[in-house]
């Protein structure tokens, strides 16, 4: 479990091939160090929670599935790509971001990010199917970073970007026309799957289910 509060960007040095048919990612950062990592340990890279499989210094490995390659932006990582890395979250650690699984639900592309009043303003497209999950205001996960979504609409999603996050993660090295990882809000998720087996029970209209909730 991760919060989406993004600790550090790493950069990869290499992508071998790991053990029974794995991928291996080789990651440097000077904030390794501070993060004490062990093998074994979770840690999400652009969002993607993966097994820590060796540790230096200013260094750790890491392995993930083909599958898990296939259905990400990791898919492309190469030697030189920058990531997004965030440890998994300790009992007791703060919470200031929102609950993040690092398991991806889909890949967007960057349509618009610009500069404006409030910082900067992302635009993606999304899959047409994780539209119940997303909602003005709520949570989403974008390459491992905890953002509020501004607006959706049928083909696009809008999240505001602050300053600081946007110079602490890779957002400053990404442009339009470039993938990012997407991880809807968990209780979103939960939520919708309950809505559809009560639907399924009991005929649940989504406004009757709202109004549920509000008593």
């Known amino acids: 479990?991760?919060?989406?509060?993004?600790?550090?960007?790493?950069?990869?040095?290499?992508?071998?091939?790991?053990?029974?048919?794995?991928?291996?990612?080789?990651?440097?950062?000077?904030?390794?160090?501070?993060?004490?990592?062990?093998?074994?340990?979770?840690?999400?890279?652009?969002?993607?929670?993966?097994?820590?499989?060796?540790?230096?210094?200013?260094?750790?490995?890491?392995?993930?599935?083909?599958?898990?390659?296939?259905?990400?932006?990791?898919?492309?990582?190469?030697?030189?790509?920058?990531?997004?890395?965030?440890?998994?979250?300790?009992?007791?650690?703060?919470?200031?971001?929102?609950?993040?699984?690092?398991?991806?639900?889909?890949?967007?592309?960057?349509?618009?990010?610009?500069?404006?009043d409030a910082g900067y303003r992302l635009v993606t497209d999304y899959p047409g199917d994780l539209r119940p999950f997303l909602a003005p205001r709520g949570s989403v996960a974008l390459d491992g970073i905890s953002l509020t979504i501004a607006d959706v609409s049928e083909e696009t999603l809008t999240v505001q970007v602050v300053p600081h996050t946007y110079q602490k993660t890779t957002l400053a090295e990404r442009r339009p026309g470039q993938q990012m990882n997407l991880e809807v809000d968990t209780i979103a998720r939960y939520l919708y799957n309950f809505w559809q087996n009560e639907k399924k029970k009991d005929n649940l209209s989504l406004s009757e289910l709202s109004r549920a909730f509000q008593r």
Do not use: W
Not at 10 to 38: D, N
Not at 98 to 113: A, E, N, P, Q, W
């Open 1 to 116: 479990m991760f919060t989406g509060l993004v600790r550090a960007t790493a950069e990869i040095t290499a992508r071998e091939r790991g053990t029974a048919g794995t991928i291996k990612l080789r990651l440097q950062s000077k904030s390794f160090s501070k993060l004490a990592l062990e093998v074994g340990d979770s840690l999400a890279v652009d969002g993607v929670c993966l097994t820590v499989v060796e540790t230096g210094a200013e260094s750790v490995a890491v392995e993930l599935a083909e599958t898990t390659s296939a259905k990400t932006t990791l898919q492309q990582a190469r030697a030189g790509c920058i990531v997004n890395i965030e440890p998994s979250l300790a009992v007791g650690d703060r919470l200031d971001g929102h609950y993040v699984s690092g398991h991806v639900d889909g890949v967007v592309k960057i349509i618009v990010l610009e500069k404006s």
